[in-house]
């Protein structure tokens, strides 16, 4: 055979290889499915999460624009009066004994008298805002397949405009009452990043007091328990919750109150990104003024160039009630990057410490993808969680990012590694970083839906990214 023809063989090989995956993404989502709504996994999550739905909407865009609006749709009808979107929209149906803590544990949070109605039962804490993005991305999805479609798509984007507009005012004021350009969370969980070493410092100033025994249904669900948070990481957990409820889920008091209050550089940034989404959203629904949206992608990229650290070359978390910066080498650093248009100096670095060996330089690694924590941080751990595991769902961030950016060749790159990483056809939530292993749940929706848009990436961009 000659080289020609060997190029076409594998090419063709690479092709069917892609297909079966691509066939596999879409059976995960498939099993998922709720109807309007999907499971962020089959046993371990059987609700709803926020930003899951919004990375969901982006994969299900690729199948169908129609119902990867309702995803969108489903999750906002349960928005708070606040502008709030719930971190979790607990499932009615979840068999009992599912996941803690459930819906029982955050009934109270319904009588707060911003809650929508329930049951459904909603939490109190919010995720990270990747829903405009998402948004964005089922309008464009349409607008390309043109047709009933795209009108459809057009009024689903009229009908969540002010919505997501709502949300996005809400973490700008209630989350940011000093106006800094920064988002105050409440709780780890808040960040999506539960067990980060971002947390540590600001959580060993919890004092944890009295907690009746609880059950731990995540651990029977996993491999094994080092895959999860530990029981001090989970007191705590719990222990921010009841202070929130005991706060009334009331935003002023718990600025006065809690503990645990940090300025989130992942959280902005993604907001940042997000407000860039919504800005090209009020364009496509004819909104004149935009000047709000304007001033807060101002103030958040300010806010963001303000948390970077030379010395490691990240962007780093601030703790409010600590009075200091975080400093920990995780994937959140890369905050600049990802809320997009910095200078090219800025953006040069971040990508310096992106190929160091603290990340996708380090000579152990079984895929060139980023651990979630640097394995030169303290506290570093390949198999737990946020301490180090690879997630697909932030590779996927960070690739829309460098393409964005302006660096197809290393947004190439990652996406390649990516889709080698799940090229078993395992949809894990998170990868063992040196063996690849996946970890975590199994079947993971967000997991299924990146790889579902990786793979199914129109030939404009792919050529474009070859360039
Ligand atoms: C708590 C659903 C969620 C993700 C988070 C991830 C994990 C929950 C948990 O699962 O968090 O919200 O019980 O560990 O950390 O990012 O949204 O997939």
Known sequence: MGPDEDRVVRTRAARGAEIRLAARARQVLRQNDMGV????????????????????????????TRRAA?????????????????HIVFNPEAPPGSYFPGPDHWACAAASPDAPPAPPYTSCLCQPPVHAIAALHVWETAERNGGEEA????????KIYPKLLSWHRYLMTARDPEGSGLVTIYHPW???????????????????????PYPRYDLGQVGSPSERPTGAEYDRYLWLVKLIKKAGCDEEN???????????????????AANEALLE??????????SLIIGWIARGRRAID???DPEIGLCLDYDLRGGRPLLARTVAGFAPLIAGRQNPERLGDVIATLESPAFLGHPRLRWRVPPSTSPLQEGFHPRSYWRGPTWPVVNWLLWWSLLRAGEPGRARRLRHASLLQLASGEFGEYFEPFTG???????????????LDWLARPPVEASAEAA
């Open 151 to 158: 009108d459809e798509a057009r009024a689903f984007l009229r």
């Open 281 to 290: 959203i009020a364009a496509s629904v004819g909104v004149k003024d935009v």
């Open 190 to 212: 808040e960040s999506g990043t539960d067990n980060s070493p971002r947390w540590d410092a600001a959580l060993k100033n919890v004092e944890v007091g009295y907690l009746p």
């Open 437 to 451: 292993e996946p970890l975590g749940a199994n079947g993971q929706s967000w997991t299924a839906a990146v790889a």
């Open 306 to 308: 303000g948390c970077w």
């Open 70 to 86: 309702k995803e969108l749709s489903a999750l906002f009808e349960y928005q708070w009066k606040t502008g709030k979107v719930p």
């Open 37 to 64: 709504w999907t499971r962020a996994s089959p046993s371990l999550y059987p609700h709803q999460w926020s930003w899951d739905s919004a990375f969901i909407a982006i994969g299900l865009a690729r199948l169908s």
């Open 254 to 272: 718990i600025h006065r109150s809690h503990p645990f209050l940090v300025k989130d550089v992942l959280f902005s940034a993604i907001l940042v």
